[in-house]
Each structure stands twice: as structure tokens, then as C-alpha cells.
């Protein structure tokens, strides 16, 4: 499985930065993902790809429900998976809409929770404990 | 305001350290807070505080939903806020149980969340753009 993670807000904090770095080596045993940060999210986005968007006005799942929707795109031949974090409204159309809170986070802090979830995810696809 | 978070778990990754050193350097304007990582969560406890459990059993509120309780607090004289973090379920009576999402989320990540949330609050009550 290959993940892009596309953002519009540059990171802030040097804590994020080595958060990413952290998760992203969790996650070199189950999947590729890639970071971008650019102003042009659409220019990013492949055309095969299944397209999350981090929405206030999303969908709130569990973690479970969020391992099942990954593991389940990789039996239907998904092997694409682009999370969108899109502040700026560039992105109208999702396959799905992921809400995480219903407090507004900082950017940062998002793209953190949504690595853990899917380090999370691929623990829980793969019945390994969680390793915090 | 005092505001006193105590958590069960030890602190695991060296990001969350310090990202928890930079919300309290940007927090001391506002009020001060004290972290306190132990296994006797009861005896950090004090009896006139008002006692806020993070919980997957609880209420979820807005950013906005949380400033206006911290504020009000503030006016009804209590000056003194306790978020717990327990993840050992010693504590069964909190004044509030606070869910910050549905999804399980790494204890060190709550805690920064938790630290963020208290920040945006004052920067919400205090009329201030937030500094991301």
C-alpha cells in the first residue's frame, strides 16, 4: 500500500517535524508514505487513488473502523491511499470525509494524529500490540 | 487560573517532551500549569479543584465549548483546574468527562492535544488571533 499524506499548511513546530520523522520509521514495515506540503493540493492528488479528507464536517470513525477501511481497500485492489489535510478549501470532492475532533486542532497536530492512526491502523490489521 | 494535568503514563517520545515545553512556555501569559506523571494519581488530587477526566466515555466539546467552561470557572471562583489523564481507571468521579475524539489515541498525543486545547481556550477567552 502506498499513502500520501497532502497537506496546504507548511509544519510549524520542530516537534511535529520529529513526530513525522518518528511515525514514518514505525511505518516503513507496512506501507510507503510520502509527505507533501504544497500550495497546489490538487496537482498532487492521482487519479487512482482513494482521497480522504481531514473535514471538520466529516465522519468520525474509530480506530478499528479506520484499520477495516484500509485493510478493506487493499482487498478491493486500492493500493493507493491519499489523506488530504486542505484548509483552504481547494478540495471539494472525497471518496470519504475523516473528522478526528470536533475541537479545531492545530495543523501540526493533526498530521501527527493521523500518522499514529495509521501506524494504529496497520497494528490492528496485522493483530500486533500497540507500541506506543 | 492553576491548572494541574496528571497523567498515569509516562512520558515515551521524545517529540511529546518537547512539544509540552513549548505549550507551557506559551501558556504562562495565561495561567500556570503543572504536569505530574505518577501512579498515585488520587493523592496529586486536590479537594477544591475542578476535576476534568479525559475519557472515551465522556462528552466531546468544541474548542469554543472548552474556553467558555474554563472561563466560566474562572468567574465562579474556582481557581483551579485538574485534567487527568488515567488510563488505569483509579478515578471514578470527575466534575466533567471530556472525550477528545473517537478514535484511541497514543497517551503522549493526548497530552499534547490536551496542552494545545488549553492554549487555543486562552487565546479564544483573551479575544487573540491563535498562533499556530
Known amino acids: 500500500m502506498r499513502i500520501k499524506i497532502i497537506t496546504s499548511e507548511r509544519i510549524k513546530n520542530k516537534f511535529a517535524g520529529e513526530a513525522i520523522k518518528e511515525?514514518?520509521?514505525?511505518?516503513?514495515?507496512?506501507?510507503?508514505?510520502k509527505l507533501s506540503a504544497t500550495n497546489n493540493i490538487a496537482k498532487e492528488i492521482k487519479g487512482n487513488t482513494y482521497l480522504i479528507k481531514i473535514s471538520s464536517n466529516g465522519k468520525m470513525l474509530t480506530s478499528e473502523e479506520l484499520a477495516e477501511k484500509i485493510s478493506s481497500l487493499g482487498v478491493r485492489g486500492n493500493s493507493?491511499?491519499?489523506?488530504?489535510?486542505?484548509?483552504?478549501h481547494h478540495i471539494e470532492d472525497a471518496d470519504f470525509n475523516l473528522k478526528i475532533s470536533d475541537m479545531d486542532i492545530a495543523s501540526d497536530l493533526l498530521l501527527i494524529i493521523l500518522y499514529e492512526q495509521i501506524y494504529r491502523a496497520y497494528r490492528i490489521i496485522n493483530n500486533e500490540p500497540y507500541h506506543k
Open 23 to 33: 511515525y514514518t520509521k514505525r511505518l516503513t514495515r507496512y506501507c510507503k508514505v
Open 80 to 88: 493507493h491511499i491519499t489523506f488530504v489535510y486542505d484548509n483552504e
